[in-house]
């Protein structure tokens, strides 16, 4: 298989705090994971790109100092949203990428509030 | 920047029916992956098309990569009220050597028992 958590499923904060999500590939080594952001009924929208032991490649309009990528290890990647405000309420998606093939396996997801 | 139009945006059908879902683009893609996804989850990989003409079969599921591997489509037959869900196509390019995901808008699809 190929499964992938996320943790915590739900999350909510305090405007001004920040807030981590993890993403653990359980059962392989990805090389590879990828940060989405998804709006009430809407598409996937890809935040980043992180790549074990270098810096995650952030996508245009993606602020990388509020947003901090970390894939210390090839099982594990987190997201930390700093000094949220209510717009970055959404519901984050993690995924993972097992070595050169093409798919990519996407965890449960992460629903952020912050009031 | 690579787009995917995803068509139709909704379809709401009665239980037995057929449906086709539609997936274009310009650009040429490495590979075309379907996914599903249903509300408050991740989405789960249901097929990956790499060749261009390319058909696969997954049970009621039919899917299709175009011969110049632009565009593809999803034909599910006899849906079922299990078949309701978000229906995205995701095509993948080289990135960096990332394999990044271009998403469509997906397809939300309803089967009305």
């Known amino acids: 298989g190929a499964v992938v958590s996320q943790h915590p499923s739900r999350v909510i904060c305090k405007s001004g705090t920040s807030v981590k999500i993890e993403c653990r590939s359980l059962?392989?080594?990805?090389?590879?994971m990828f940060w989405y952001r998804q709006f009430p009924k809407q598409s996937l929208m890809l935040m980043a790109t992180?790549?074990?032991?270098?810096?995650?490649?952030?996508e245009q309009g993606v602020e990388k100092d509020k947003f901090l990528i970390n894939h210390a290890s090839l099982t594990l990647s987190t997201l930390t949203v700093t000094s949220a405000h209510p717009e970055d309420s959404s519901f984050y998606i993690c995924?993972?990428?097992?070595?050169?093939?093409?798919?990519?396996?996407f965890g449960p997801g992460t629903r952020l509030t912050v009031t | 920047t690579q787009l995917l139009e995803q068509s139709p945006q909704f379809l709401s059908i009665q239980e037995g029916e057929n449906l086709t879902v539609y997936c274009n683009s310009s650009?040429?893609?490495?590979?075309l992956q379907w996914y599903r996804q249903e509300p408050g989850e991740g989405p789960v990989l249901l097929v990956t098309?790499?060749?261009?003409?390319e058909v696969k079969k997954l049970k009621r599921l039919t899917f299709q990569f175009g011969d110049a591997r632009k565009d593809s489509s999803l034909h599910i037959t006899a849906a079922q009220p299990g078949d309701t869900g978000l229906y995205l196509c995701?095509?993948?390019?080289?990135?960096?050597?990332?394999?990044?995901?271009?998403f469509g808008k997906g397809t939300k699809l309803s089967v009305i028992p």
């Open positions: 995924s993972a990428k097992r070595g050169p093939a093409y798919e990519q396996y």
């Open positions: 059962d392989f080594q990805a090389t590879t």
């Open positions: 992180s790549n074990e032991g270098s810096k995650a490649t952030y």
């Open positions: 650009s040429v893609f490495s590979s």
């Open positions: 098309v790499v060749t261009g003409g």
């Open positions: 995701a095509g993948a390019s080289s990135g960096a050597g990332s394999y990044q995901l271009t």
